[in-house]
């Protein structure tokens, strides 16, 4: 054991040296580290340090297991020594007495893709491939190879890896027993899909049937997603009967993809009937199903379209609940028909799909903008009574509203219904009251606000509070 910790000192670099050599195992040169190591923070005392923490914790002929604890228990956590766990693990693969298994194999694989050192995830996987697991020794390879490689699959997939991935996803082959499974094939096909690679990801998918391996509705989607990224929606339409035709049920993401794929080729009609085609399948809307058909006709300027078929959904109660139909009431508001969007809230309000702060906030802008000032204190009133808060802004904008066509008093039940809600007055609120009630001559109401910014700490002097009295008595 302790010529076995004197090898630990020669993977640790000098300091102020070049980058060290470290020596591999004889039969898998592939396990050398990439990444380099921070030499110059690492002093002689450092070398020492590491030596005697190894040898504290691993005692002569130690296990996998107890590797396997060291590494995750020990090194993982150690401020100083931490970036040298590959090292380590290199290192025990040098010893005679010591072989990898798959709990090893696989802490590591998911240590360097957790912390995105791909170059070292790739070496160490053709390490894996030269030296493999124990439980490969007999006649079947080790059962947990296919999990390991999945790992490190999708972190490849994930960064845009793709070439790693392509090997990892072929070695994997050599060294698992019969068939990939379909999960495998898929996040490939996936990682090449989301890359824009659609003919790598169609090749991976013959690929897979040629293997006799049967694809999921994961498969059919990420392709669905390939073709209508990359502006081939009549492919996209054939995977989509291929889909069907094996017998595979299309899910709320097949339909979402192929909807959004027709509005941007402009093939409304065809995206609309798709979204009734879901309903006679019996799939269930989502809330992302009906963002896309809203805001694509709304894009285009077909609004009112929009009104009427999410008011036909919700005719059919295939509405989601909790749709936030922002965009539509925008839209409507844009196009300065605030009362066809008064009324489309009110629709839906009433099938229990209550608006979102932000829907009724617009709303009420666009009510004032418009002089509508009685139906904007009535759609403020009954969002506050149902619990939905507006901003201050809004609220002291419609406040001052009502306070200019002589409803102070209105304006000033509403501020304290807004209180009780949670929505509590500021400065600027009371002002605009109390300027009202001067307006209407309300004195003693005025005063009554006043006393009560005194308590809140809103007049700051006397002179400040002499003004407004002033304004009170002037009218």
């Not at 999410?310 to 196009?335: H, Q, S, T, V």
């Not at 300027?435 to 209407?440: D, L």
Request: charge should be neutral.
């Amino acid at each position: 054991m302790k010529m076995a910790m004197n090898k630990v000192l020669k993977i640790v670099p000098k300091p102020l040296h070049p980058r060290s050599q470290f020596t591999p195992p004889t039969a898998s040169p592939s396990f050398i580290p990439s990444t380099p190591i921070p030499t110059l923070s690492l002093a002689k005392t450092s070398h020492h340090q590491l030596h005697e923490f190894v040898k504290a914790h691993l005692t002569p002929s130690f296990t996998p297991r107890d590797l396997l604890i060291f590494l995750k228990n020990k090194l993982h956590y150690h401020p100083k020594f931490a970036h040298f766990d590959l090292h380590i693990f290199a290192w025990a693969s040098t010893i005679d007495s010591f072989r990898h298994d798959h709990s090893t194999y696989e802490w590591m694989v998911k240590t360097l893709a957790i912390t995105d050192r791909f170059d070292d995830l790739h070496s160490l996987l053709q390490g894996m491939v030269s030296n493999p697991c124990p439980c490969s020794d007999g006649i079947f390879s080790c059962p947990r190879s296919e999990p390991i490689f999945r790992f490190a699959l999708n972190a490849f997939c994930r960064v845009g890896r793709l070439d790693d991935a392509e090997i990892a996803f072929e070695s994997m082959r050599r060294m698992i027993d019969g068939k990939p499974s379909v999960a495998m094939y898929n996040i490939l096909i996936n990682g090449y899909a989301k890359c824009r690679e659609h003919e790598k990801a169609m090749n991976v998918y013959q690929k897979m049937t040629k293997d006799r391996v049967k694809p999921d509705v994961f498969t059919f989607n990420s392709l669905i997603s390939s073709c209508c990224r990359n502006s081939l929606f009549g492919l996209a339409l054939e995977m989509f009967k291929e889909m069907k035709d094996k017998g595979c049920s299309p899910d709320v993401v097949s339909f979402n993809t192929l909807i959004k794929g027709s509005f941007r080729e402009r093939k409304f009609e065809e995206g609309i009937g798709m979204a009734y085609e879901m309903l006679e399948l019996g799939c269930e809307f989502s809330n992302v199903t009906c963002e896309i058909l809203v805001d694509g006709l709304c894009r285009e300027g077909r609004v009112l379209e929009a009104c009427d078929l999410l008011i036909d959904f919700l005719e059919k109660g295939a509405l989601p609940n909790g749709f936030n139909y922002f965009l539509l009431i925008e839209a409507l508001c844009g196009e300065e028909n605030v009362h066809r969007a008064l009324e489309v809230v009110d629709q839906l309000w009433r099938k229990g799909n209550a608006p979102s702060s932000i829907s009724c906030t617009t709303l009420i802008e666009g009510l004032r903008r418009f002089g509508k000032t009685e139906e904007a204190f009535q759609l403020m009133e009954k969002m506050l009574r149902e619990g939905i808060l507006p901003d201050s802004v809004t609220c002291n904008c419609l406040l001052q509203d009502l306070c200019e066509v002589g409803r102070t008093s209105e304006a000033n039940e509403l501020r304290l219904l807004a209180s009780t809600k949670g929505l509590d007055s500021d400065g600027m609120t009371f002002n605009i009251l109390v300027t009202g009630y001067s307006r209407e001559g309300k004195r003693k109401e005025g005063k009554h606000l006043l006393d009560e910014m005194l308590d809140l700490g809103f007049i700051h002097d006397l002179a400040s509070y002499n003004r407004y009295m002033n304004g009170l008595s002037s009218f």
